[in-house]
């Protein structure tokens, strides 16, 4: 009786038929490493942290509050607009109201820009020299008013200016998942002061140069470690940094960097650039074995 289940004859009819039947090929090694060598690259692209440098430019690089007034104290409040600019809120504070008319005090805040022509809204003046360009604004006339009872004594009342958009400036603190930075533009306060011998008075910085509460828009700010400078405290969705004014004209000329991480944002993403290594030693691996099952193949 004739076995029907061997194979048929010695040409490899059985094998061939195993072949039909969905067994890969030879001929097809290549094709399925070098799938598997891109499959393994997208996923690695994928999973790769993309974390650039955070870098400040094209920031405000220096404020400067000038007029008769003694305030005890400058706040300013810094966000970004959706016109692609920022907005700053200032307020000058002191422990009890003060006589002379507000609508003399100015602000002029400095910002890199090459912009010319045309002032930006609230500006009553805006030249530009050297890449770079002043905006001065006035005080709108108005009364002290008190920042409530809780407020610490010396800086109880106070006057407010807010500068609704300065155009094409960024703001002074940027962030991304991991880092966050911050520029600290110098504040300078200065009051006309008459010299003898002067027929004008003369800007003067203060002997004793008022403290500047410098706040800026974050989010999951309390999520950051500063390595570097003073710790800003987290209000929720602002962060606030305080610091003395310009007590001399060198003082102030750059803005100070600070510096911080997510340390829990960086340990993942350190864990993420791990694995996508041994991805790529997987995915290269593949690629070699591409090279050898095509060179035994024309061998």
Not at 89 to 110: C, I, M, N, T
Not at 230 to 248: E, F, L, Q
């Amino acid at each position: 009786m004739q076995d029907r289940t061997a194979p048929e004859g010695a040409g490899g009819k059985g094998v061939s038929s195993a072949r039909q039947r969905g067994f890969p090929s030879r001929n097809k090694e290549p094709l399925i490493l070098f799938g598997v060598a891109v499959a393994i690259g997208f996923l690695t692209f994928a999973i790769y942290p993309r974390t650039p440098p955070v870098t400040v430019e094209g920031a405000v690089q220096r404020i400067t509050v000038i007029g008769p007034l003694e305030p005890s104290s400058v706040d300013i409040n810094e966000a970004p607009t959706a016109q692609g600019g920022i907005q700053l809120a200032v307020a000058l504070r002191s422990a009890g109201v003060q006589s002379p008319p507000v609508s003399l005090e100015r602000l002029v805040v400095a910002v890199s820009s090459s912009a010319s022509g045309r002032c930006p809204p609230q500006a009553i003046a805006c030249p530009s020299s050297n890449g770079a360009r002043t905006l001065y604004y006035r005080f709108p006339r108005q009364s002290w008013r008190q920042f409530g009872t809780t407020a610490i004594e010396q800086y109880q009342f106070g006057v407010t200016l807010t500068v609704r958009n300065i155009p094409d400036v960024v703001a002074n603190l940027a962030q991304d998942s991991q880092d966050i930075a911050t520029a600290l533009p110098p504040v300078s306060v200065l009051q006309y002061v008459y010299k003898a011998g002067a027929r004008a008075p003369a800007p003067t910085y203060f002997t004793m140069p008022p403290v500047v509460n410098y706040g800026e828009r974050v989010v999951n700010g309390g999520s950051y470690t500063w390595q570097q400078g003073m710790i800003p405290v987290d209000t929720g969705g602002w962060d606030h940094w305080w610091y003395p004014s310009a007590s001399t004209a060198p003082e102030a000329l750059s803005p100070t960097f600070y510096s911080g991480t997510d340390l829990a944002v960086k340990d993942w993403n350190t864990t993420l650039v791990f694995l996508a290594g041994i991805l790529v030693g997987i995915a290269g691996a593949a690629l070699v074995g591409v090279v050898q099952a095509v060179a035994k193949r024309s061998g």
